[in-house]
């Protein structure tokens, strides 16, 4: 991989680079049409990370689907595949740490320890090995593109990171791999995540309110369990006490679903 980049480098072509960890999905596919329209090369990394997964059970669980992964990338028009294996990446437990405070300790980073530390491990790593001119995630992991960008700047990477809107099903859920480990029925419940979200936009009431309502309006389904919904500052991600507090503001939510449960997360803009 690297000998085909440097040639396409020494041609002075551009290189966009699509980290994922597989299960790819329309979501996945909207990053990879988009870096493949602006980039000579895009290159797509397949690989599940295990020391971004701080509970090895979910590791265990989430779905594998390289072949159809593959076909996904071809019709999608990127050139390369990296789907090295775990011994390539890891020839030795990476002692590496990462800390970013606040942006890698509240919300996932406090429910998932370690997480955004084995996130920045792999990140930077295919940033060394691939180099690319853009980098594309999705704004569904809104807190991993801040978290992204802090390790960018400390470690001077020369490279845009490029945020890509959210893509969600007809019903309102936020695509994502995890989705397939959900029944239909699941599946449904989930939906009222977004809708939630969304409605909490029109209540006209203050954070305190608005945060209570989204938390008790879901818990209030069976099936469904709030972990946390935080209100917060959408560059640094502290926690706002008021509409004034922050230019930006986003609510950002994790949700238990269904019997095994699955946890899915989603985001709101409120400005
Ligand atoms: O968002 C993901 O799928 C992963 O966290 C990433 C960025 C590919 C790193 O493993």
Redesign the pocket.
Known sequence: MQNILQDARKKGESIGLV???GALHKGHASLVRRSVEENNVTVV?I?L?PT?FNDKSDLEKYPRTLDADCRLLEECGAQLAFAPSVEEIYPEPDKRQFSYPPTDTVMEGAFRPGHFN??CQ??SKLFDYVKPDRAY??EK?YQ?IAV?RRMVDDLGFDLEIVPCPVVREESGLAMSSRNTLLTEEERKLAANIYRVIKDSRSLNASVVDTHDYVVRTLDAIPGLKVQYYSIVDGDTLADVESWDDAESIVGCITVFCGQIPIRLIDHIRYK
Request: glycine share 12%; aromatic share 12%; hydrophobic share 45%.
């Open positions: 980290p994922t960890m990394s690989f990370n971004q084995g996130v792999i990140v995630f999705g992991d991993q992204i």
